[in-house]
């Protein structure tokens, strides 16, 4: 069973446009990080949301945890083809050194 | 960036021949791990570990064994590899830093390994 769904599992978009990944699950975490992939490389820390409710934004890219804690979204404003890549949800459910619960990710393409 | 190293980078062997991965980082992090991802399945984890000589098994850890000599080293070990086993691995370490907190994860760069 997996524990987050991520949605969409793909996403292929023209450059300009707005969209977003949704993070979803009956879990609740005590922090929830978003990471971005690209090929050949190790995942990229993005953001970690730690209080319910709670929205960070890192240039165009709006985060926000929900309420309960139990998901989480990710909106692209104005998509540029270097935002191509997959991102990837991954939720904690303890303190020190949690283990964390990774979503499959979303592969987004961004064409110019 | 986190100071995470992983060698080799790249690796072919055949079934049946140990392989060792080396993770090497210089943040003094305590915790580290070990990951696997595969097409549809993300990253699965391997093994941890939260101290030198502290270990415990992930979702995925049948085959593989681990060892932490020094806070700065996490090996993982293929005993014996299996074509099953050809997979990207990633290194994870996590401690206390900027985003307060012990739970955020900072990667290596993977190592591509195919047995053959």
């Known amino acids: 069973t997996q524990l987050l769904e991520q949605s969409p599992q793909f996403l292929s978009i023209q450059e300009g446009e707005n969209l977003t990944v949704y993070c979803n699950s009956s879990?609740?975490?005590?922090?929830l990080q978003w990471y971005r992939q690209e090929p050949g490389e190790g995942p990229v820390l993005l953001v970690t949301?730690?209080?319910?409710?709670e929205v960070k934004k890192l240039k165009r890219l709006t985060f926000q945890f929900g309420d309960a804690r139990k998901d989480s979204s990710l909106h692209i404003t104005a998509a540029q083809p270097g935002d191509t890549g997959l991102y990837l949800c991954?939720?904690?459910?303890?303190?020190?050194?949690?283990?964390?619960?990774f979503g499959e990710g979303t592969q987004l393409t961004v064409n110019p | 960036d986190a100071g995470i190293t992983q060698s080799p980078r790249h690796k072919v062997t055949e079934t049946g021949t140990p392989v060792t991965l080396r993770c090497h980082q210089t943040e003094n992090h305590r915790y580290m791990y070990w990951y696997r991802q595969d097409p549809g399945h993300g990253l699965r984890l391997i093994h941890y570990?939260?101290?030198?000589?502290?270990?415990d098994k992930g979702e995925v850890s049948d085959g593989y064994s681990v060892s932490r000599s020094k806070t700065e080293d996490f090996l993982l070990t293929l005993e014996s590899a299996t074509s099953s086993q050809t997979s990207v691995y990633f290194c994870?370490?996590?401690?206390?830093?900027?985003?307060?907190?012990?739970?955020?994860?900072?990667f290596g760069p993977g190592t591509r390994l195919t047995v053959l």
């Open positions: 879990s609740v975490f005590s922090s």
């Open positions: 949301v730690v209080t319910g409710g």
């Open positions: 991954a939720g904690a459910r303890g303190t020190s050194g949690s283990r964390l619960t």
């Open positions: 994870a370490i996590s401690g206390w830093g900027l985003a307060g907190t012990t739970d955020t994860q900072y």
């Open positions: 570990s939260y101290g030198v000589k502290d270990t």
